[in-house]
């Protein structure tokens, strides 16, 4: 059973940073890893992604500001938020693609205060 765990997340002001991280149990190999993100009374949407041997994707509205990056030996995908917005306040929820399924972690919250 494929488990994924954040952490990371919290409080900052406006035009600072936090890393999130996601580490994988259960599994490895995983085709994509990312984070996706819902704010309240919004869709849930994607912020980043990465293939294995591909290049990282991002929503165009992080593009700059944030990096996603993994660590294959940790079983692990990270979230380096710099210059956070308050649009960016949201739970962001970790996701992992393997074997045709996604997998999502509990969530952590985000919130930017201006």
């Known amino acids: 059973q494929v488990q994924l765990v954040e952490s990371g997340g919290g409080l900052v002001q406006a035009g600072g940073s936090l890393r999130l991280s996601c580490a994988a149990s259960?599994?490895?190999?995983?085709?994509?890893m990312g984070w996706h993100r819902q704010a309240p009374g919004k869709q849930r949407e994607l912020v980043a992604t990465?293939?294995?041997?591909?290049?990282?994707i991002y929503t165009d509205s992080v593009k700059g500001r944030f990096t996603i990056s993994g660590d294959n030996d940790k079983n692990t995908v990270y979230l380096q938020m710099n210059s956070l917005k308050p649009e960016d306040t949201a739970v962001y929820y970790c996701?992992?693609?393997?074997?045709?399924?996604?997998?999502w972690g509990q969530g952590t919250q985000v919130t930017v205060s201006s």
């Open positions: 990465v293939t294995r041997g591909g290049n990282p």
């Open positions: 996701y992992a693609f393997y074997k045709a399924n996604n997998f």
């Open positions: 259960g599994s490895t190999g995983f085709t994509a």
